[in-house]
């Protein structure tokens, strides 16, 4: 069984490979929450690659990722590392026109 | 669980309004606006995040579904007078 420090690091690593990722419950062609499903339908809608990934598949991951991120709840979205929030701050962000400058700097680095 | 919610933030943030919502009438699906002058000069993402901790414990178990909407006393003013 993989030692947490090597669960974090895997974590971190799908984050540090996505510039764009997206913790969610189910996938993108079929999201298992109404928020998840909001989530990916803004960022289909912002025609941007992602990497999503469920965490109802994967062992240990739900709990894994709330600690990691220090948050309770899915979807959760990083942009460029860094933790962006869940859905209702993804759809003000979207709303606001924050979310697309975020994503027009990660296309820069 | 309304009462819960409303009870952990009013016991949690300075000063605060919970407007709660259930517009599916489920019980379970609900939607939460939160004004409070402790929001004053925090990212979305703190605001967000202090909503989160004072509800810690409800999100473990049986709060499935919240959206929330978060105001500092200004900025719900200022909304209103539109």
Known sequence: MKSKEERFLEIEKKINENSICLFMKGNKEMPQCGFSAKVVHILDTLKVTYGAFDVLTEPFLREDIKEYSNWPTFPQLYINKEFIGGCDIVVELFQTGELQKLIASQTTI | ?82
Do not use: C, Q
């Not at chain 2, 409303?6 to 943030?13: F, G, Q």
């Open chain 2, 1 to 82: 669980m309304e009462e819960t919610i409303k009870t952990l933030l009013e016991k949690k943030l300075e000063d605060v309004t919970v407007i709660l919502k259930d517009p599916r009438n489920d019980g379970v699906h609900l939607e939460a606006v939160i004004i409070s002058p402790s929001f004053t000069g925090l990212s979305l993402l703190n605001r967000h995040r202090k909503v989160k901790d004072s509800l810690k414990e409800l999100f473990t178990k049986e709060l499935h579904a919240l959206s929330i909407k978060t105001y500092t006393t200004l900025e719900w003013r200022e909304k209103h007078e539109k």
